[in-house]
C-alpha cells in the first residue's frame, strides 16, 4: 500500500508571496492532518481535515489555511509568507479518530527568502 | 507546563546497548501515545501505538505506558547504528501533541 505523498518536496519563496502544498493519504484514510515542524518549536499541530471538513484547527494565524477535497487529498495554504514560516510542512493521514495510528508523509520543506 | 515533556539528548550510546527514552505528561485522561522515529530531513516514522497502560512489544523495541505515574517509555533493545535519529512520543487526543525529540546516536 502506497504511504503519504507530499508535493512539493521542496519549496523557495519570497515574502509576501503565497504557497499551496499537497497532501495524498493513504488510500482508505479520510482524515488529514497538517503539522508545522521547526528547530525551535519543534512539531506543531495547524489543523485536521475529515471527510472535507475541518474538524480542529490549531493556533496558527489565519494566514494558514486549508482544504480536503472529495478523494481525500489536501491541501495547506500559506499567504503573505514570513520569513518565520520557513518550516518542514507534514502531513499525516489515519482511517479517523483518536484511536488509530496516524501516519506521516515525508513533508515539504518551505524556506521563505 | 507543557502537556509532554521530553528528554532533548543528545543521547550517544555504543551498539548493542540497551536505550531507554522517556516522556511524562500532565493530563490522565490521555490514552492513545505513539512513539515516532524521524531520521535527518525526512518524516517522522511511526514505531509503536499503545493504548491504556501496560507493555508492547515490537522485534527490539518496547513500549512501556505508566498512567499512575504519567509517565512512557520506549526501549531499544540490541541498538544499532541504523538506530540513529530523533525520537518522539506523542499523544493522539484530537490531534498529536508532540515531545521536544531526543536525538539518539548508536556508535559502532
Known amino acids: 500500500k502506497a504511504g503519504v505523498t507530499q508535493t512539493p518536496r521542496y519549496l523557495i519563496k519570497t515574502r509576501g508571496q503565497q504557497v499551496t502544498l499537497s497532501c495524498s493519504p493513504i488510500s482508505g484514510h479520510r482524515s488529514v492532518s497538517w503539522y508545522q515542524q521547526t528547530p525551535g518549536q519543534g512539531l506543531q499541530f495547524l489543523f485536521e481535515?475529515?471527510?472535507?471538513?475541518?474538524?480542529n484547527k490549531g493556533n496558527f494565524p489565519g494566514r494558514f489555511s486549508g482544504r480536503q477535497f472529495s478523494n481525500s487529498r489536501s491541501e495547506m495554504n500559506v499567504s503573505t509568507l514570513e520569513l518565520g514560516d520557513s518550516a518542514l510542512y507534514l502531513c499525516?493521514?489515519?482511517?479517523?479518530?483518536?484511536?488509530?495510528?496516524?501516519?506521516f508523509g515525508p513533508g515539504t520543506r518551505l524556506t521563505v527568502t | 507546563q507543557k502537556e509532554v515533556e521530553q528528554d532533548p539528548g543528545p543521547l550517544s550510546v555504543p551498539e548493542g546497548a540497551i536505550v531507554s527514552l522517556n516522556c511524562t505528561y500532565s493530563n490522565s485522561a490521555f490514552q492513545y501515545f505513539m512513539w515516532y522515529r524521524q531520521y535527518s530531513r525526512k518524516g517522522p516514522e511511526l514505531l509503536m501505538y499503545?493504548?491504556?497502560?501496560g507493555n508492547k512489544e515490537d522485534g527490539r523495541f518496547t513500549a512501556q505506558v505508566d498512567k499512575s505515574s504519567k509517565y512512557i517509555s520506549l526501549f531499544i533493545r540490541d541498538s544499532q547504528p541504523s538506530d540513529s535519529a530523533t525520537y518522539l512520543c506523542?499523544?493522539?487526543?484530537?490531534?498529536?501533541?508532540f515531545g521536544t525529540g531526543t536525538r539518539l546516536q548508536v556508535f559502532p
Open positions: 481535515y475529515f471527510s472535507e471538513t475541518q474538524r
Open positions: 499503545t493504548y491504556s497502560s
Open positions: 506523542a499523544i493522539n487526543t484530537d490531534k498529536l501533541i
Open positions: 499525516a493521514s489515519s482511517l479517523g479518530g483518536v484511536s488509530y495510528e496516524q501516519y
